[in-house]
């Protein structure tokens, strides 16, 4: 047997294409190779359980060694093997995928879609990195003829007797100049890692050394002596393809140890096990998150039929569920000729608004059964909550139900049950239910017991989310607005039909402001005069909720640019009613008015954090001499 031919004219610039165009980086040569001769001991596998191969199918495994010197990577299976013809057919014609035959001849099984790869130019790929590529092949068939084929990344081809006495194929890649970097165990060995740890059968890379027991020694203590052992890389059977029946806590445990070595244990997971309308398994694991909302996103991972594909899932899973972690794996999900880029279609929506779902429920259902447990978990997945909350509209749909809302005396209420709890407190004149919240209690402390003096409760919302939660909220819940405790004095953070009397006269009131104005001289200071309980501080500096809360959009990059850079305003209020002002009033000596009022307003900024530089340093020198 001895030919020689030319590839399909429809391939004739098929090399230049897969050099350059086809894949995005060059490494997926091996997860391609590797990937087909699985798919080729599977097919014998099934061909078996069919009855249509009747020899002794042996263990199924594939094999990757390495030549330094030779240059060479060889890539080995004992999977179904091809003949001369089916060489040209599968190899030669690319328009024919060994796939797309194999499934028209075995159609009638229930799955055999399980062990068709849908890419028939993964073989290809082998081109990007080889000057020269060879296949060794025995095909099952009774009386097949070992078969040899060559090319050298033209269109021509040399078909020849083979040497391979076993069934299964054998490819060899004489690696070009600028891939020399794919000689070495290291390089190997990381490419096998990420692509093929979980395949179906065992993937052998080389050997390694283990310790093993041999009998005990002179004191009874056992001897260990060192064999070497085939060096499997992949795990198997890994827990997505198990039934969740089969599996306990620990399962899920070591499998996420298994995948991020040096991370905390997860909270809880979610395991995906779905056939119809379309195929998806999978295990979602809750990371302790806390509040550091710059997490890495990659760490949900796509694979396909156990071979992984990418970490890039933003298009399957929902933006807000990329904190999660884990693994999903669908056959169903679309992918171009290189497996690198997804393509959105209705399974994609339909996976999405799946994960979704069964996130939403698996929430639900643990508030539902250990709402102690749940509340404990809470400050790990508020965020997340939120962040599905703010981001879709199905998703807050379910939440509402299970989302807390923490007070400031860490107590936890959900919306229905903090609506009741406020709502006789917190309603102001018109009707409109009023939530007041805190993004720094140690910063906010004075106003915090100001609000709590008048009987107002003050919720926690200090997550990185929560500027965009509390406008959310805002725009969900009926007739409820959100302030934040420093947006204005405790007495006027609801407005109530019952204002205090003022105790200054309209000369006195005047002549209050005129003081402060021309002490303070700041034109985004604006003073305002106002009756308040004397208790209160006798000045407190707030700015507007509304611009506040633009502004801090602004700064998380929410799309509101333009407040960002409009300068900072803030409300002077000064306590009429407080003893400090009658003083300010008795004493006629303007600098002391002026020192006096000086003090009072440095001691408002002080409180919120806005005295620095040469102002904090005058002012610990006046409260030094007024001391």
């Known amino acids: 047997?001895?030919?020689?031919?030319?590839?399909?004219?429809?391939?004739?610039?098929?090399?230049?294409?897969?050099?350059?165009?086809?894949?995005?980086?060059?490494?997926?040569?091996?997860?391609?190779?590797?990937?087909?001769?699985?798919?080729?001991?599977?097919?014998?596998?099934?061909?078996?359980?069919?009855?249509?191969?009747?020899?002794?199918?042996?263990?199924?495994?594939?094999?990757?060694?390495?030549?330094?010197?030779?240059?060479?990577?060889?890539i080995s299976d004992n999977g179904l093997g091809m003949t001369a013809e089916e060489i040209k057919k599968y190899i030669n014609q690319i328009a024919f995928s060994g796939a797309t035959e194999f499934m028209e001849k075995f159609k009638e099984a229930k799955d055999a879609n399980e062990i068709i790869g849908r890419f028939g130019l993964g073989f290809y790929?082998?081109?990007?990195?080889?000057?020269?590529?060879?296949?060794?092949?025995?095909?099952?068939?009774?009386?097949?003829?070992?078969?040899?084929?060559?090319?050298?990344?033209?269109?021509?081809f040399e078909i020849s007797e083979g040497s391979l006495e076993e069934?299964?194929?054998?490819?060899?890649?004489?690696?070009?100049?600028?891939?020399?970097?794919?000689?070495?165990?290291?390089?190997?060995?990381?490419i096998l890692d990420k692509y093929c740890r979980f395949l179906p059968v065992p993937i052998i890379f080389g050997k390694k050394t283990e310790s093993v027991e041999d009998g005990v020694d002179e004191e009874g203590k056992p001897k260990y002596t060192d064999v070497e052992v085939d060096n499997v890389i992949n795990n198997t059977s890994p827990i997505w393809t198990k039934a969740p029946s089969e599996l306990k806590d620990e399962d899920y445990l070591a499998f996420y140890k298994e995948l991020y070595p040096f991370s905390e244990d997860p909270l809880?997971?979610?395991?995906?096990?779905?056939?119809?309308?379309?195929?998806?398994?999978?295990?979602?694991?809750?990371?302790?998150?806390?509040?550091d909302f710059e997490i890495q996103r990659n760490k949900i991972k796509l694979f396909s039929r156990q071979v992984f594909i990418t970490d890039e899932v933003k298009d399957i899973v929902p933006e807000f569920l990329m904190l999660l972690h884990g693994i999903i794996d669908s056959p169903d999900i679309p992918l171009n000729v290189s497996r690198s880029f997804l393509q959105a279609d209705s399974n994609v929506?339909?996976?999405?608004?799946?994960?979704?779902?069964?996130?939403?429920?698996?929430?639900?259902?643990?508030?539902?059964?250990?709402?102690?447990?749940?509340?404990?978990?809470?400050?790990?997945?508020?965020?997340?909550?939120?962040?599905?909350?703010?981001?879709?509209?199905?998703?807050?749909?379910?939440?509402?139900?299970?989302v807390l809302l923490t007070n400031t005396a860490k107590e936890n209420f959900t919306l229905a049950e903090y609506k009741d709890k406020v709502e006789p407190v917190q309603t102001d004149k018109d009707g409109q239910l009023v939530y007041i919240y805190t993004n720094d209690p140690s910063k906010q402390d004075a106003f915090i017991q100001s609000a709590n003096r008048k009987g107002y409760d003050v919720l926690l919302m200090d997550s990185p989310i929560d500027t965009h939660f509390v406008s959310h909220l805002e725009q969900k819940l009926e007739k409820t607005s959100l302030k934040r405790v420093d947006a204005d004095v405790a007495d006027k953070l609801i407005?109530?039909?019952?204002?205090?009397?003022?105790?200054?006269?309209?000369?006195?009131?005047?002549?209050?402001?005129?003081?402060?104005?021309?002490?303070?001289?700041?034109?985004?200071?604006?003073?305002?005069?106002?009756?308040?309980?004397?208790?209160?501080?006798?000045?407190?500096?707030?700015?507007?909720?509304?611009?506040?809360?633009?502004?801090?959009?602004?700064?998380?990059?929410?799309?509101?640019?333009?407040?960002?850079?409009?300068?900072?305003?803030?409300?002077?209020?000064?306590?009429?009613?407080?003893?400090?002002?009658?003083?300010?009033?008795?004493?006629?000596?303007?600098?002391?008015?002026?020192?006096?009022?000086?003090?009072?307003?440095?001691?408002?900024?002080?409180?919120?954090?806005?005295?620095?530089?040469?102002?904090?340093?005058?002012?610990?020198?006046?409260?030094?001499?007024?001391?």
Not at 270 to 282: A, E, K, Q
């Open 1 to 74: 047997m001895q030919e020689k031919g030319t590839i399909s004219i429809h391939t004739e610039n098929i090399f230049p294409i897969i050099k350059k165009f086809l894949y995005s980086d060059t490494e997926i040569f091996l997860r391609e190779l590797v990937s087909n001769a699985v798919d080729a001991t599977q097919k014998i596998k099934r061909l078996a359980s069919l009855g249509q191969y009747n020899g002794e199918l042996g263990e199924l495994r594939v094999e990757i060694a390495f030549d330094e010197k030779a240059k060479t990577i060889t």
């Open 268 to 291: 809880f997971w979610i395991h995906l096990n779905v056939d119809y309308p379309f195929n998806l398994t999978g295990v979602l694991y809750f990371p302790k998150l806390k509040k």
């Open 125 to 156: 790929s082998a081109f990007m990195v080889a000057d020269k590529v060879e296949i060794q092949t025995l095909s099952y068939q009774d009386g097949a003829e070992p078969a040899h084929w060559i090319c050298d990344g033209s269109t021509e």
């Open 495 to 627: 407005k109530k039909d019952d204002a205090l009397a003022h105790v200054l006269t309209e000369e006195e009131a005047t002549k209050v402001k005129a003081i402060f104005d021309k002490a303070i001289n700041r034109p985004a200071y604006k003073v305002e005069l106002e009756s308040l309980n004397p208790d209160e501080l006798p000045v407190t500096v707030t700015m507007d909720e509304f611009m506040r809360r633009m502004k801090d959009m602004a700064a998380m990059g929410g799309g509101m640019g333009f407040y960002g850079s409009m300068p900072d305003n803030y409300k002077v209020v000064v306590n009429g009613n407080h003893k400090l002002v009658s003083r300010i009033l008795q004493d006629e000596n303007e600098e002391v008015q002026s020192q006096l009022a000086k003090q009072a307003f440095d001691l408002a900024l002080l409180s919120q954090g806005l005295l620095t530089g040469a102002d904090l340093t005058e002012f610990v020198n006046r409260s030094v001499n007024l001391i």
């Open 167 to 190: 069934r299964g194929t054998e490819i060899t890649l004489y690696i070009n100049a600028e891939s020399e970097e794919f000689l070495s165990k290291h390089r190997l060995q990381e």
């Open 349 to 402: 929506k339909k996976i999405n608004s799946y994960i979704t779902k069964k996130v939403a429920d698996k929430l639900a259902e643990l508030f539902k059964n250990d709402r102690k447990g749940y509340e404990e978990k809470w400050t790990d997945i508020g965020l997340f909550v939120k962040y599905g909350m703010v981001s879709e509209d199905k998703f807050y749909d379910k939440a509402k139900d299970f």
